[in-house]
């Protein structure tokens, strides 16, 4: 069986759409679909509906899915550790970081570049549900994401600072308290990641522990579009304090800190628990075990 074969077959699940996954697979479709055709009379098993296009995987490609990512990781893998015997890890490394992240993902990524020059990095801003998801299915290598609120499974994990949190308003629009306590959101008009966000649902537990709920007037997927939007000065909203080196030399924008709480927000590297692990794996792993994050990273 060739491994060819089986990314296309990934390939089409992933994007659900026979002419997309040519393209990614740098094929014509008629050389994708003639090679998913040979792979299932390899099997001897329908893989694909077909309804004129792409309609899902039958209940064989389904069962087949989890082996099959498994197969092209492991070649992918096998490629890397052949490569890296005598000379420096190349190819691409994939790393899914949570939007609460992103500001240290440019010192993360540096340090990577600094221990791996020849290797490409692509990052991803996801979701850490979409982390976890993607790291099963070997779609990522590595995730920069929450530790401890809805703890990632069948991971290992490097932690690389705690967070706080940060209510940011515009200095000329509305009045916010000079102190503000937890329970002084729910009274605020707010614009708020929306609840697919781990950062939104871990501020939704902190304020529900005073019995009190959140009811944004606006949500958004980045803090790019909150801080578009709390510029206006009708709405305010809250931040990790990581962002705080992203937003110097804002002259509009108010950054009023929230009270420290017991249990503070840990964030770090996650990989796959696998054995073997991968030398992508490996090579995340060492770097965060290295990394010291500059103020206002605080050690986790």
Known sequence: MQTRLVEYFLALHRERHFGRAAAACHVSQPTLSAGIATLE????????VRDRKYAGLTPEGEAILPWAQQIVAATEALGQAAGTARGPLKGELRLGAIPASMPATGILVEAIRSHAAELNVQLRALTSRQIERDLAAFELDAGVTYLDFESPAHALSIPLYTERSILVSARDGITVPETPEWPDLAGLPLCLLHQGMQNRRILDARVAAFGLALRPTVTADSYIALLAIIRQGHLCTVMPDSHITLLEGLSWARLTPLP???????????VSDRAPMSPLAQTVLAV???LRLPAPYRPA
């Open 41 to 48: 009379g390899q099997l001897g098993k329908r893989l694909i």
């Open 288 to 290: 965060a075990r290295s």
């Open 260 to 270: 420290e709480t017991s249990e503070p927000n840990r964030i770090g590297i996650i």
